[in-house]
């Protein structure tokens, strides 16, 4: 099945962590990156904080729903992905 996810990063070296974030993610089993958009610098949300860079991909993935978000949580979380402030910065999400 396809599915598509968003990803963003306002925090560190941002493009290297999505870049690698997607290779990471391919990498996997079940999980193969058909195809990522172009990266765009928007303003964030909430508390003060630097812009984000996001952007989305297409992916063709042979898990649940459930497992896709286990994975995609341990991706976050092996870049630094800490949730402590809602809507606050972060290295990728």
């Not at 990266?39 to 812009?51: I, S």
């Not at 978000?69 to 800490?82: A, H, I, N, S, Y």
Request: with cysteine.
């Amino acid at each position: 099945m396809f599915c598509a996810i968003a990803l963003g990063s306002n925090l560190g070296d941002s493009l290297s962590y999505l870049e690698e974030a997607l290779q990471v993610l391919e990498k996997n089993s079940g999980i193969e990156v058909v195809v990522c958009s172009n990266w765009h610098v928007t303003k964030a949300v909430g508390p003060p904080q630097p812009d984000y860079l996001n952007g989305c991909a297409l992916l063709n993935v042979q898990l649940s729903p459930y497992d896709l978000l286990k994975k995609l949580q341990k991706v976050e979380e092996q870049f630094g992905r800490v949730r402590e402030i809602y809507w606050g910065p972060r290295t990728l999400d």
